[in-house]
Nanobody, 127 residues
């Protein structure tokens, strides 16, 4: 069974940084489209960053553009999300997800298209 396991969450103050990691077990991440989602009790699940290894393109939600960076380390078979200039509204549980590559960019954040999900890691930003 393919497995994703997020880590790197924690508590930081406004303006701080965190880097989330998502190593994959049982499948090769460079052969998949990969994304980071987040969900808080007050909001619906939101796709924040994605990378399509088929095209090499990266995608970001407007709310994180310029602050978050998604990257892939093929040697470590690990997906990362570097989060900078964190704000209280970034507080959420963050999940990584994977699916076979080739998603139309218009649907890159359609959660129904992702068939592998991690358990989530909590990120809390205090003001």
């Amino acid at each position: 069974q393919a497995q994703l396991l997020e880590s790197g969450g924690g508590s930081v103050q406004t303006g701080g940084s965190l880097r989330l990691s998502c190593p994959a077990a049982w499948f090769t991440v460079r052969k998949y489209a990969l994304a980071w989602y987040r969900q808080s009790p007050a909001k619906e699940r939101e796709g924040v960053a994605a990378i399509d290894t088929g095209s090499g393109n990266t995608y970001y939600a407007d709310s994180v553009k310029g602050r978050f960076i998604i990257s892939l380390d093929n040697a470590k078979n690990t997906l990362y999300l570097e989060m900078n200039m964190l704000q209280p509204e970034d507080t959420a549980v963050y999940y990584c997800a994977a699916t076979p590559p080739g998603i139309n960019s218009r649907y890159i954040f359609d959660a129904d298209l992702y068939n592998r999900w991690g358990q989530g890691t909590q990120v809390t930003v205090s003001s």
